[in-house]
Nanobody, 124 residues
């Protein structure tokens, strides 16, 4: 049974930082492209960042470039999202997801497995 479990969310003031983690089990972690998505109340789930199987390539949505960094540790079956200079508009539930395809995609429907999400709230 595949499980993706996010952690590290919380309440932070604008300008602060958080580090999200996504721990995976039940799958060959290194064979999956991984992504972070977020969903704010009343909005659709949106792509945040993704990383290829080896970690050699990453992609970010424009609004987080220069502030967020995605990484992975295949030995620990864990992915991370370091979030700096947080803004109130970053407030959302953050989800990690795994995609069997080798290329990075931004569309949620292309991802095979999802975590339950972790809440990130940025106060102004």
């Amino acid at each position: 049974q595949v499980q993706l479990v996010e952690s590290g969310g919380g309440l932070v003031q604008a300008g602060g930082s958080l580090r999200l983690s996504c721990a995976a089990s039940g799958l060959t972690f290194s064979r999956y492209t991984l992504g972070w998505f977020r969903q704010a109340p009343g909005k659709e789930r949106e792509f945040v960042a993704a990383i290829t199987r080896s970690g050699g390539s990453t992609r970010y949505t424009d609004s987080v470039k220069g502030r967020f960094t995605i990484s992975r540790d295949n030995a620990k079956n864990t992915m991370y999202l370091q979030m700096n200079s947080l803004k109130p508009e970053d407030t959302a539930v953050y989800f990690c997801a795994a995609n069997w395809a080798p290329n990075i995609t931004w569309q949620p429907r292309t991802y095979d497995y999802w975590g339950q999400g972790t809440q990130v709230t940025v106060s102004s």
